[in-house]
């Protein structure tokens, strides 16, 4: 049997890793009317592993590989709060690594069972600020410094994660819409989409505005505005928000910024699944309010495009469960777009 196992230009792929990216850009109708701008949706829920992470992740193995840090036998430790450590247990499984990932306890159950069930050693650990030494980030690069053949993938620091956007999400999304980009909006976790999709584009194109959208509770919207690590709040959203700059973050390109609540961000979410038919985790709705409030601010008929990181499944006990919203009084109310 011939087993061409090269990508090709047909739809075909090669493997886990040759069917991640190339995800497709939806126009959102509805919201697109109501806004009198184009507002489009990265699918990225649509690769593989189901987020945004399988690129990162993907980088970060090839790299690895690459360098020759990572050989037959290797064990990838990582700490997540889930989407990345789901990405590598899969990309772990097709080349044959032993994956260790490190989740905070405050994480949606969901998330640990698809770690469980795709073979990963699963490590919860309490969550705990950054500066304590049993945070997930230091335990997970701990536990990769005392296994012989084993990386730690430090997404937060290793670029390259950006560089995986710099040459995948950004090109995608040029060639997708090209000339007719205005602006790109997305929050941050590692800060590796923003970065690198965002000097991608700003490479091809000067003018296409960069725009991070921030969760409460996460520095970066300070920092951009203001160069300082405040983070006033707290918010349900996983994945993203953080209180450090990051090597995935430094430099980014980036031109404003705007918080977003967890209000708003729910409000969108079930918006989202009841008039577009998208369900969508809680990050990627918090990105569409942020592109439609900064597309507010651009000139009718311009085109913001964001990211729609991962699906609502993950999220099904939380985000997605009446009774949670109900107990963190965030039961969704608006009429219509009313709370943009
Ligand atoms: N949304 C979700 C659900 C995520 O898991 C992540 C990654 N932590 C992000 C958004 C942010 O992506 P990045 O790490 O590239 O900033």
């Known amino acids: 049997m011939n087993l061409d196992t090269r990508a090709d230009s047909k739809n075909v792929a090669a493997g886990f890793g040759g069917t991640i990216g190339r995800t497709p850009h939806i126009v959102l109708p509805k919201l697109s009317a109501a806004l009198g701008r184009t507002i489009v949706g990265k699918a990225e829920f649509l690769n593989p ?17 690459h360098r020759g840090a990572l050989g037959p036998g290797g064990t990838i ?30 994480q949606s159950p969901e998330k640990y069972e698809l770690l469980r069930t795709f073979g990963a050693d699963l490590r919860i650990v309490p969550a705990a600020p950054f500066a304590n030494p049993e945070n997930y980030y230091h335990v997970a690069q701990r536990i990769a410094a005392q296994i012989p053949g084993a990386i730690w ?8 994660n950006r560089r995986a956007h710099y040459e995948t999400t950004g090109p995608e999304i040029w060639e997708a819409l090209g000339e007719r980009l205005t602006a790109f909006v997305a929050a941050c976790g590692t800060g590796g989409t ?9 490479e091809r194109d000067p003018r296409v505005r960069v725009v991070l959208c921030d969760p409460e509770g996460s520095s ?31 430099g980014a390109p980036v031109d404003d910024a705007l918080r977003i609540d967890d209000r708003a961000m729910v409000e969108m979410a079930y918006w989202l699944l ?3 038919g998208l369900f969508v985790g809680g990050s990627a709705a918090l990105n569409v309010v942020g592109a439609s409030r900064l597309a507010r601010t651009l000139p ?38 009313a709370f943009l």
């Open 49 to 65: 592993g189901g987020s945004v992470k399988d690129r990162a992740a993907k980088g970060i193995v090839d790299d690895a590989e």
């Open 77 to 106: 430790v990582e700490g997540t709060a889930g989407n990345t450590g789901i990405a590598l247990a899969l990309i772990g499984n097709a080349r044959g690594y032993r994956t260790i990932i490190c989740v905070p306890d405050d």
């Open 153 to 160: 993938a430090d997404q937060f620091n290793n670029i390259a």
């Open 194 to 202: 923003l970065a690198g999709a965002g000097a991608a584009l700003k």
């Open 220 to 250: 970066l919207f300070c920092y951009v505005e203001a160069g300082t690590l405040d983070a006033p709040g707290d918010s349900i959203t996983e994945g993203i928000g953080i209180k450090r700059i990051t090597k995935n973050f430094e």
């Open 274 to 276: 009841g008039e577009e």
């Open 300 to 337: 009718e008929g311009s085109t913001v495009v964001t990211i729609l990181c991962d699906g609502g499944e993950r999220y099904r006990s939380r985000l997605w469960n009446a009774e949670w919203l109900r107990e963190n009084d965030l039961v969704p109310s608006a009429s219509g777009l």
